[in-house]
């Protein structure tokens, strides 16, 4: 599989910088490639959810202003215009105004320097990942029984949510490697199916034995006995460890806690967010109603029912049995760990 964003310098006018990027909109039907060249196309894409997943959206923050670093050459106002534009479209997973902010920080070394700088973002992201999938497939083992795990994971922290490889799907990857994957149960991820859509997909490729289940009966499958352990990723993760993630991520915490059931959070350190305080500080993204009422233009609801419909929500760290991220670990109400050290 291609990076799922990626950087194409073009050569010339007539086929200028633009990002790439593996439409998710479009999977498991059709894998795809769209070639977003300007702004505005690459903030519709964000918004629409070609690409999503906070480390996905880190990269594409970068390159949105790498972007504009080609298309207004000497014009640094634009430029950090056009950068707060991509920042501010997506609130919660932080990881995209902190790809932002990185890139914009060489723009004073010219449009070239900006470029590396994303690409540089892109570059680091695997390593990053197959760091922190080994560190959270040791705390996984270390929880688990000592036979193959039969793990359940929520909406999709996998490939397609990074540049490449993934950080709860990592672990799960880390971990078949080691022949310690019994199964993995994915929740189907309502509204937008990102579980059903892309996690099964990869899990497909991945050639992991899994299945799928409505997101209803994640708490019964706890309670029968069929899950060692839930493991996820994250859109940012407060200073005290409470975690932002996809819509569903606290019910599934609670009835855990109700089981006896472990919940491993598995992300960079791009997520955390020593600046916010708690989960009560972290802005939830509220998306369109319609998004709720129906999927892939089937209507399933009388048309104007009123919804409520957050992206996400916030599991306090007393429910988790560890965040792990490349360098560092939440566990027990406390940072532990070489990176814990310079927050
Ligand atoms: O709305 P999405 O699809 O961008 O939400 C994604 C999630 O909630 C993921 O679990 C999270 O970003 C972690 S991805 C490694």
Redesign the pocket.
Same mark, same amino acid.
């Given at each position: 599989m291609a990076r799922t964003v990626d950087w194409d310098e073009g050569d010339g006018p007539d086929r200028a910088a633009a990002v790439l990027a593996i439409d998710?909109r479009a999977l498991p039907g059709e894998y795809r490639v769209r070639r977003l060249a300007s702004v505005d196309t690459l903030i519709d894409a964000i918004a629409d959810?070609t690409i999503?997943?906070?480390? /996905?959206?880190g990269a594409t923050g970068a390159l949105g202003v790498a972007l504009a670093a080609r298309r207004h050459p000497g014009d640094p106002d634009t430029v950090r215009a056009e950068a707060e534009r991509v920042a501010a479209v997506?609130p919660t /997973?932080v990881?995209l105004r902190r790809g932002v902010e990185r890139a914009l920080a060489r723009l004073d070394d010219g449009a070239d320097a900006v470029v590396a700088e994303a690409c540089a973002v892109l570059d680091e992201d695997e390593a990053t990942n197959r760091r922190l999938g080994t560190r959270a497939a040791d705390v996984l083992t270390a929880l688990g029984p000592d036979c193959p795990l039969r793990l359940l994971t929520?909406?999709? /922290?996998?490939a397609l949510?990074?540049v490449t490889w993934?950080? !709860?799907?990592g672990a799960v990857r880390e971990l078949a490697e080691r022949g310690r994957v019994a199964e993995v149960l994915a929740c189907e991820t309502r509204p937008?199916l990102?579980g059903a859509r892309l996690t099964v997909w990869e899990l497909r490729e991945m050639g992991v034995a899994h299945r799928l289940l409505v997101d209803g009966a994640a708490a019964s499958a706890m309670a029968r006995g069929l899950v060692d352990a839930v493991v996820?990723? /994250?859109?940012r993760i407060a200073a005290n460890g409470d975690v932002a993630?996809?819509i569903g991520?606290y019910a599934l915490a609670c009835a855990a806690a109700q089981h006896g059931v472990p919940v491993v959070v598995? !992300?960079p350190e791009a997520?955390v967010d020593r600046t916010t305080a708690s989960g009560a500080d972290i802005v939830i993204?509220e998306r369109a109603a319609d998004e709720v009422r129906g999927f892939a233009g089937v209507v399933t609801a009388p048309p104007d029912t009123p919804v409520y419909n957050p !992206?996400?929500d916030v599991t306090p760290a007393a429910l988790l049995a560890a965040v792990v991220t490349e360098g560092s670990t939440f566990r027990g109400g406390a940072w532990a760990g070489e990176k814990a050290l310079s927050r």
């Open positions: 998710q959810l999503r997943g906070a480390p /996905a959206l997506r /997973a990881n929520h909406c999709n /922290a996998g949510a990074t993934g950080t !709860a799907l937008l990102q996820v990723g /994250a859109d993630n996809k991520t598995v !992300a997520t993204e !992206a996400f």
